[in-house]
């Protein structure tokens, strides 16, 4: 079965949200060694301090332990301590040596051996390959991680689906080889638990038009952490979806492209990752080689999806 179309519940969980910002913002990051960070960053009405502390990595889904999450002192540790803690912080951070982050604006390995990031980048386009046309949609979301050791892997494949009528994306979710998934959702698709997470996928020179369009997000499937997208024709004006005010354009879609961008949220207070994937072609059954690849890929989704109810058409 296909992924259904996400509307983002704003507050949804991340890892971790910090605050909403502007673009072409400044950040300094400071951590000590005992598992503390301080933020600094300004926004139009003046600077800000955030004492970040708590949390480390993340659980795996557990329907009876909740998912680790930071406190966040936004006064820069004075209703923590007691104190400007933000005044005389110190720094201990080294070079970064961790992996490669998208969006990373600040980054930092502290004394105890582990990392700390902060990621800046637009959460909230609107599906469909709508322009922004509200401040929040064009706003820039603040996050910040802390962990040791692996990150999020996210799997990502193109092929065909219904016979090669369709482009489709597919692929795996997955936090030190245990898959992403949460318990509880809306019936469109938006995560209402901590261990939810979703994807968001982007589509470069579609019918949306050149360059970069978010054409969705959804959340990875229990219990495999598989998903699968594919690219159909959509009516702005039902099924939820944010569309300009006064809209009269009609359906969308579809909005396969030349390439795929897919970016989720890490689990717990680990890192934002992303992946590409090339676009293809359209399916042609007299080619042999698309028929091979086809066939190929069909096996891969197979054993991507073992386990569990959904993606298993073709």
């Known amino acids: 079965m296909l992924v259904l179309a996400a509307v983002i519940i704003p507050g ?3 890892s971790q949200f910090v605050d909403f910002l502007p673009p072409g913002s400044t950040f300094t990051l400071k951590a000590d060694g005992a ?3 301080m933020l600094y960053y300004s926004k139009p009405n003046g600077a800000r301090h955030v004492l970040v502390q708590g949390a480390i990595n993340a659980r795996f889904p557990s329907r009876t332990v909740t998912q680790v999450h930071f406190n966040l002192d936004y006064s820069g540790g004075f209703k923590t301590t007691g104190k400007a803690l933000w005044k005389t912080f110190q720094d201990g951070c080294s070079a970064y040596d961790g992996p490669a982050l998208p969006k990373a604006v600040a980054t930092c390995k502290a004394p105890d051996g582990s990392y700390w990031a902060l990621q800046e980048w637009q959460v909230a386009l609107p599906d469909l390959g ?4 509200t401040a929040r949609q064009r706003s820039f979301e603040l996050h910040v991680s802390h ?8 799997e990502a494949h193109a092929d065909w689906v219904y016979g090669g009528r369709f482009h489709e994306v597919f692929g795996r979710a997955s936090y030190k080889d245990h898959a992403i998934y949460g318990f ?3 019936n469109r698709g938006a995560p209402t638990d901590n261990y939810g997470r979703l994807i968001y996928l982007d589509t470069l020179d579609s019918r949306y038009g050149p360059g970069w369009s978010r054409e969705n997000s959804f959340l990875p499937h229990r219990p495999t952490g598989v998903y699968c997208y594919g690219f159909f024709k959509h009516n702005p004006n039902v099924g939820g979806y944010a569309k300009p005010p006064g809209y009269k354009g009609g359906v969308r879609g579809p909005g396969n492209g030349k390439s795929y961008r897919l970016t989720i949220t890490g689990p717990g207070v680990t890192p934002d990752v992303q992946t590409v994937v090339d676009g293809l072609s359209n399916y042609n059954r007299q080619d042999a080689t698309k028929v091979a690849y086809e066939r190929q890929q069909n096996q891969l989704l197979d054993q991507l ?5 959904q993606c298993h058409h073709h």
């Open 147 to 154: 962990w040791t050791g692996p990150i999020t892997e996210l």
């Open 35 to 37: 598992g503390r960070a």
């Open 305 to 309: 999806a073992a386990g569990g109810r």
């Open 12 to 14: 949804a969980a991340a």
């Open 184 to 186: 509880q959702s809306t």
């Open 130 to 133: 709508f322009t922004p046309w």
